[in-house]
């Protein structure tokens, strides 16, 4: 990837294409099986642009340029040629206990990467490039992930990582510990699922629907107890036996952690 290249521009990509195509020129006058041919595509075609694709997002066109080149090259006989692809690409990228090759589907690798890059910000926070992205934008109060950018120019790693947010956050469970980095109601820190999800109707009544769990746990001489929760509970809502349960839950998961 050239220095100074926009993270989008097809033209930028150019370099991995070439890339394929120099590889494929060490195979294409061999004989190579079918079979052969899948393995060099999962071993050697599929990683090339694993660098890259973990950084930034692969655009459309490029995506369909790189599988190109390796349809023709499974199904051309070793070469780029336009010969009949007697299955679906989608189809050759599924699981093989799913019918499929086991090639690696670009876009979901892309994604994948990204994601992981993502869980890398929250938990490597003492590497270089996750100290110079945090100094640069900063990060939101739980420093799981960096400010949203609205600026115009430089910031596509945050903008390709940020867009994956919604995939990524929602599988994503907490252990509490202080209670300073996780939300009471969007953060999945006890249960299956958050609260404002298992109590929609609960959490229309929040006012503070961002609070942490810090905020709502007041620290005593011995235990320490809920603070704010008690007034939820007197309004009467229809779910009160299930918060009474929700409650017991609480006591249990969390609270020797936020002691």
């Not at 959490?203 to 503070?208: E, G, R």
């Not at 007041?218 to 349960?245: K, Q």
Request: overall charge positive; aromatic content about 12%.
């Amino acid at each position: 990837m050239p220095l100074r290249a926009s993270f989008n521009s097809v033209a930028a990509w150019d370099g991995i294409e070439e890339r394929f195509r120099k590889r494929l020129a060490m195979w294409k006058r061999q004989y190579i099986s079918k079979g052969g041919r899948i393995t060099l595509i999962l071993s050697s075609l599929s990683s090339l642009p694993i660098y890259f694709m973990s950084i930034f997002h692969l655009p459309r066109v490029v995506r369909m340029r790189l599988e190109k080149i390796q349809r023709d090259f499974l199904w051309g006989g070793g070469v780029l040629e336009q010969k009949p692809h007697l299955v679906r690409w989608s189809i050759v990228c599924l699981d093989k206990s799913k019918g499929g090759l086991g090639v690696k589907s670009l876009a979901m690798l892309n994604k994948a990467l990204l994601g992981k890059r993502m869980w890398r910000f929250a938990n490597e926070r003492e590497a270089f490039w996750n100290q110079v992205i945090r100094g640069k934008y900063g990060e939101n109060r739980g420093g799981w992930c960096s400010y949203e950018v609205r600026e115009g120019h430089g910031v596509g790693l945050c903008k390709a990582i940020r867009k994956l947010d919604h995939l990524v956050s929602c599988r994503i469970s907490f252990v509490v510990g202080n209670g300073q980095r996780v939300r009471f109601w969007k953060d999945k820190w006890c249960g299956t699922s958050p609260f404002c999800d298992s109590f929609p109707s609960l959490f229309v009544l929040v006012t503070a629907k961002e609070a942490w769990v810090s905020d709502l746990w007041i620290v005593s001489a011995s235990m320490g107890r809920w603070g704010g929760v008690e007034t939820l509970v007197s309004l009467g809502v229809s779910m009160i036996g299930s918060w009474m349960r929700w409650r017991t839950c609480w006591g249990d998961c969390v609270g020797k952690k936020c002691c």
